[in-house]
C-alpha cells in the first residue's frame, strides 16, 4: 500500500442477505474510501459457502476494459459519504 502505517476501521460491516437475494454490484471503495485510494479490502465467509449460495464473483480480465474505465470514472469515484448517498449505492 505504500504507507507508513497500516489501520482498521473503527467498526466493521457485516453484510447480511436472504436466501435468494444478493447485495447488489458494487466496489468496497465506494463505501470506504473517505478520501483515499489507499484501501484494502477483503470478502470473508463465516462459513463453506457453496456455489448454490452465491459466492464473490471476479471477471477476470474486466479492469483493462474500456467500460471498467468508465465505471472507475462515474460509479467507481463516489464517496458514499461525503455525498450523502441515500439508497444501497450499488451499482444498477
Not at 465467509?45 to 483493462?64: A, C, H, N, Q, R
Not at 470514472?73 to 459519504?81: F, L, R, V, W
Request: a positive charge; charged letters at 20%.
Amino acid at each position: 500500500l505504500n504507507c507508513d502505517k497500516v489501520k482498521t476501521f473503527d467498526y466493521k460491516w457485516l453484510r447480511l442477505v436472504s436466501k435468494g437475494s444478493n447485495t447488489g454490484i458494487h466496489v468496497d471503495n465506494v463505501y470506504m474510501s473517505r478520501g483515499t485510494k489507499n484501501l484494502l479490502t477483503c470478502w470473508i465467509p463465516l462459513m463453506d459457502i457453496k456455489m448454490e449460495l452465491g459466492t464473490v464473483f471476479i471477471l477476470d480480465g474486466s479492469y483493462y476494459k474500456p467500460s471498467f474505465k468508465i465505471f472507475q470514472q462515474t460509479y467507481g469515484s463516489i464517496d458514499a459519504e461525503a455525498i450523502n448517498l441515500n439508497g444501497t449505492g450499488h451499482f444498477t
